[in-house]
């Protein structure tokens, strides 16, 4: 008998079990961290124990603590779920188990990543000759384009950030929103470039154009520009034209995080929203987020190969070179699983109309949200609602930290607090492909029974 079988027949039943209990069990978790350890069990024991109970041990001890995240009633963070041929495809890719940074040690995932990220760049509407490198998540994404921006402005400048490290190179000015992401700063500390100039945004977390342009004048020398497809609370882009034609002006490279913002060019309807973008040097994206593939599945698109290969690529007398070069020349890891599997299954299961179809729909959840709220006794929605994300606050901070607060004590739906612009809000995300009208009106009509009963 094959030693996967018995483990795995379990671990499909527990899958389908779990996927199953999505539609009607509470969203948020139901047991501690603590009780889940109590359940783990103590000690490691001394002798083996069947593959199978394993299996069984982990699902009853864990299950009780997680939250539903591939719920189409999670809305907390920008969290999509799992598109049904992503899952499928991640458990071949775990089965294969391949280790995919070489062309000639993994042909079938180099074919599967190029012909993915051809797709990618013409859905997203960005330069066909750009790289397109698969990493874990947003995080890195931005790591990797900006270390490739990074590299390219100090070479620019004489300097050669490979040979010599930053110690005694030119400064490296990084212009950035007020309302950028918290990762962008965690990959300037990563790179050793510290902490960004901050220029002013709109009221929609926009960077201000007259801003940018005044900060851009003011100092000669290497310089990044990081811009936003996508404000984490309002949703809201940058204005991208001006931003980079002035950016360009001064010799600086632009990078755009757009980790969920991106996916709004794939849709006809909300393409307008990224006008000017393809003409930026780098740009990041999530396959977790929007297109809901599983996680591990960042996406970092640089324009020029060679920037990128500059910042990512080595060399080791025991790796096995091809002359048409290497996916791990794109990324900061040798090793790594088949991320490209799964992201070229959901893109070739929705196809170029299906994913259009599914960034309209999580638009029109977000636009019905929004309705639904504006209706509600001290709801204030404070964002214009043009693409995924919806920020409502319920008149003071106290009142709508207690909706949150009751909210999730309620269980039928899990939306988070946050705070924007200096006052509580509770946040929406519409992100899951799974979400339907009726996860909606379920979730609006949880809100007016937690408003009504304060």
């Given amino acids: ?29 139901q047991a501690s961290s603590d009780q889940v350890t109590r359940d783990l069990g103590g000690d ?38 799992t598109h ?21 040690l993994t042909p079938a995932h180099t074919a599967v990543e190029e012909l993915a990220s051809t797709w990618l760049l013409d859905l997203l509407c960005l330069p066909s000759e750009s790289a397109v490198g698969f990493v874990t998540g947003a995080t890195m994404s931005n790591f990797t384009g900006l270390a490739a921006a990074r590299d390219a402005v100090l070479r620019g400048a004489g300097w050669d950030v ?53 900060a851009l004048a003011g100092e000669d020398g290497p310089c990044i520009v990081v811009l936003q497809a996508g404000n984490v609370h309002s949703g809201a882009y940058d204005a991208f034209p001006e931003v980079i034609a002035d950016a360009h002006r001064h010799g600086a490279w632009v990078h755009v995080d757009g980790a969920f913002g991106l ?93 259009a179809e599914l960034v309209d729909r999580l638009c029109r959840h977000a636009s019905a949200f929004a309705e639904g709220l504006a209706a509600m006794p001290e709801a204030t929605v404070l964002n214009d609602v043009v693409f995924t994300q919806v920020c409502v606050s319920f008149g003071s901070d106290e009142r709508t930290e207690k909706v949150v607060q009751k909210l999730l004590e309620d269980g039928s739906a899990w939306m988070s607090g946050s705070t924007w612009r200096g006052q509580s809000v509770l946040r929406i995300s519409v992100s899951n492909w799974s979400t339907t009208d009726d996860d909606v009106r379920r979730s609006l009509a949880a809100l007016r029974r937690v408003v009504e009963g304060l």
């Fill in 162 to 214: 490979a040979e010599h490290g930053l110690n005694g190179g030119p400064p490296v000015r990084v212009l950035v929103g007020a309302e950028r992401h918290d990762t962008v700063d965690l990959a300037l500390r990563y790179l050793g470039l510290g902490a960004p100039e901050v220029v002013p945004v709109d009221g929609q977390g926009r960077v201000r154009t007259e801003a940018m342009r005044t």
């Fill in 1 to 29: 008998m094959n030693p996967h079988a018995a483990a795995l027949d379990r671990a499909h039943q527990h899958t389908l079990d779990w996927l199953s209990s999505l539609r009607d069990r509470p969203v948020p978790p």
């Fill in 263 to 355: 996916w709004a060019a794939a849709s006809p309807a909300h393409r307008d929203l990224l006008a000017g973008v393809s003409d930026a040097d780098s740009w990041t994206t999530d396959a977790h987020k929007t297109l809901n593939v599983p996680y591990d599945s960042g996406l970092v698109i640089v324009r020029d190969r060679a920037a990128l290969k500059a910042a990512m690529g080595m060399h080791g007398a025991y790796l096995i070179h091809d002359e048409q070069g290497e996916p791990f020349d794109k990324v900061p890891e040798i090793s790594r699983r088949g991320r490209a599997f799964p992201v070229w299954a959901v893109l070739r299961s929705l196809g170029r109309d299906g994913v």
């Fill in 44 to 81: 490691l024991p001394a002798g083996p124990t069947d593959a199978a109970t394993v299996v069984d041990l982990l699902v009853a001890a864990c299950e009780p603590g997680l939250t539903a995240m591939p719920s189409g009633r999670f809305f907390g963070m920008v969290i999509g779920g």
């Fill in 84 to 104: 049904p041929a992503a899952l499928a495809t991640d458990w071949l890719t775990s089965a294969w188990d391949q280790n995919c940074g070489l062309r000639r």
